[in-house]
């Protein structure tokens, strides 16, 4: 891999470090509440969107072991409404959560955490999605070669390329389709109402393929899928593809 992309990527991982330690918070939180009896719905989705997260951005950052974990944890936190038919095993899943991220510490230092990127006019691509970690991920990893820009929620999205004259829209486009809110299906959807088709390429983000949606996707539009995790150098060659596609 490229130095200055390593740089970056460690980077990244310095600045996002404690955002991924308060998911596994929010895990151990749920799996204290489990134990005393105490676990609500809400607390039991948190915990399955945190190891949802996990799963993805450890995975992107290279922490292959930690990806796997959260992916089981997730499965077990989704399974039923009582969490996890062995507490024992979830609660011992997440301590070895927390102690791939305690292994992966990064250096300290008075790097401040940049504000999310706003949008801009002109853009090469805009992602639309909910995680900042990953968000800032591919932010770095494009911004040396594209003006690239980022929104968390569909309806950001949708304000933004509306507010676009036409032939100013995002050449490229990537959706995450798992976001919560307004789905990236939905996004799509709207996005295909306001006649974009052919002018810019939609991308969608995954780490989940369900082939309905896929195929519903294709029918909207949608010009390819990245699953996550996904490499720099991966991200970077779909991307430069997609924008071939529209120029």
Not at 102 to 117: C, F, G, I, L
Not at 210 to 230: H, T, Y
Request: with cysteine; hydrophobic share 50%; charged share 25%.
């Amino acid at each position: 891999m490229d130095k200055e992309v390593v740089a970056g990527v460690n980077s990244i991982w310095a600045t996002s470090f404690e955002a991924q330690e308060r998911r596994v918070a929010v895990l151990e939180q749920a799996i204290v509440a489990v134990v005393a009896g105490t676990l609500d719905e809400a607390a039991r989705e948190a915990a399955t969107h945190a190891a949802h997260k996990l799963a993805g951005s450890l995975g992107t950052f290279g922490l292959e072991e930690g990806s796997r974990l959260a992916a089981e944890v997730e499965q077990a936190w989704a399974a039923s409404a009582s969490a996890a038919q062995d507490v024992s095993a979830l609660a011992k899943s997440v301590a070895s959560l927390r102690g791939v991220l305690a292994a992966h510490r990064p250096p300290q230092t008075d790097q401040q955490a940049e504000e999310p990127v706003q949008v801009a006019d002109a853009l090469d691509v805009l992602l639309v999605d909910d995680d900042e970690v990953f968000a800032r991920y591919v932010v770095d990893a494009l911004q040396r070669r594209y003006r690239v820009s980022w929104v968390s929620t569909g309806e950001s999205a949708l304000a933004a390329i509306a507010r676009g004259a036409k032939g100013s829209y995002p050449k490229v486009v990537l959706l995450d389709i798992e976001m919560p809110g307004m789905k990236g299906l939905k996004v799509l959807e709207q996005l295909a109402q306001l006649g974009i088709k052919g002018q810019c390429a939609i991308v969608m983000l995954t780490r989940r393929t369900i082939a309905e949606d896929v195929v519903r996707a294709r029918q909207l539009g949608a010009r390819d899928f990245l699953a996550k995790p996904i490499s720099a150098s991966v991200l970077t060659e779909r991307v430069g593809r997609a924008l071939e596609s529209v120029r």
